[in-house]
């Protein structure tokens, strides 16, 4: 019988999947390009980040499609996310007012059971 996951362990498991997921959805062979500095060349999907427009702390949004999006590593570490630029690509791609929207649900309360989160693992792996 095979061990059952941890919460912690589900929760690790979907953030990986959810980061490939993100960072390989708008690849061209294998190459993306930064959402807030787009980067003259681009990189292959293994060497960016999938940056959170707001944090992953807030688990409404975490696993949210519009919040998180392809980010060089300078961008998303060395400069907090380039929030700002950020909010302005999800505003562009997605309609005016979204990044607010993204910033409203992210004071709500959500809660995810282990059920949810293998789905979304399944859904994103």
Not at 42 to 56: I, L, N, Q, T, Y
Not at 60 to 89: E, I, P
Not at 94 to 109: F, H, K, N, P, W
Request: proline share 2%; with cysteine; net charge positive.
């Amino acid at each position: 019988m095979p061990r059952k996951i941890s919460r912690k362990g589900l929760v690790k498991k979907l953030d990986k999947v959810f980061s490939i997921f993100i960072r390989t959805r708008n690849a061209k062979e294998e190459l993306v390009r930064c959402v807030t500095c787009k980067s003259p060349l681009p990189k292959h999907w293994k060497e960016v980040d999938a940056g959170h427009f707001v944090s992953r702390r807030h688990y409404a949004t975490r696993w949210n499609l519009q919040n998180v999006h392809v980010q060089c590593k300078s961008c998303n570490g060395f400069h907090a996310g380039q929030n700002y630029l950020m909010g302005k690509y999800i505003d562009k791609t997605y309609g005016e007012g979204t990044a607010d929207e993204l910033i409203t649900m992210s004071r709500q309360i959500k809660k995810f059971t282990d059920q949810d989160l293998k789905d979304l693992i399944d859904q994103y792996s």
